[in-house]
Nanobody, 125 residues
Framework: QVQLVESGGGSVQAGGSLRLSCAASGYTASNYCMGWFRQAPGKEREGVAAMDSDGSTSYADSVKGQFTISKDNAKNTLYLQMNSLKPEDTAMYYC???????????????????WGQGTQVTVSS
């Protein structure tokens, strides 16, 4: 069965870095659009970064130059490198995948139907 498992979250001081991983099984990640989303308490889930099957990427304006999405097709794994972390980045981070997503909608969580369990990221000031 299709499964996405996130790891790499934790607690870090402002200015620190974390690398999140999303291991996919039951399907080939390279054939899907995959993305990272986050949700803070009391707020809606928002798209952070996404990569289409052709390698094209999208980033939320708030994380451009700070986060980098990448994938390892051989390992069927998606990554999110998070640098210069700020308290505002504190949230539960989710990995998601979808078979078809237009370029303009890559960061819309409503377009994704496969989700991981999430990994918590907490940034202290």
């Amino acid at each position: 069965q299709v499964q996405l498992v996130e790891s790499g979250g934790g607690s870090v001081q402002a200015g620190g870095s974390l690398r999140l991983s999303c291991a996919a099984s039951g399907y080939t990640a390279s054939n899907y659009c995959m993305g990272w989303f986050r949700q803070a308490p009391g707020k809606e889930r928002e798209g952070v970064a996404a990569m289409d099957s052709d390698g094209s990427t999208s980033y939320a304006d708030s994380v451009k130059g700070q986060f980098t999405i990448s994938k390892d097709n051989a390992k069927n794994t998606l990554y999110l490198q998070m640098n210069s972390l700020k308290p505002e980045d504190t949230a539960m981070y989710y990995c998601a995948a979808a078979a078809f997503v237009s370029s303009s909608a890559r960061l819309d969580p409503r377009k994704y139907n496969r989700w991981g369990q999430g990994t918590q990221v907490t940034v202290s000031s």
